[in-house]
């Protein structure tokens, strides 16, 4: 899933019986690509 997310792609297809697994590794994904970049301020 790290793959995936580290080229874009914001879909992938697989069994029912994959999808928490694939919620899981995809929100892994995110939150360490998250504590790799500075955090960002909210401007007004």
């Not at 297809?13 to 995809?26: D, H, W």
């Not at 790799?36 to 909210?42: F, G, H, L, M």
Request: net charge positive; hydrophobic share 40%.
């Amino acid at each position: 899933m790290k793959l995936c997310y580290g080229i874009g792609l914001s879909y992938v297809s697989c069994s029912p019986s994959r999808v928490p697994e694939a919620r899981l590794a995809a929100a892994q994904a995110v939150l360490e690509e998250e504590a790799k970049a500075p955090a960002k301020k909210a401007t007004k």
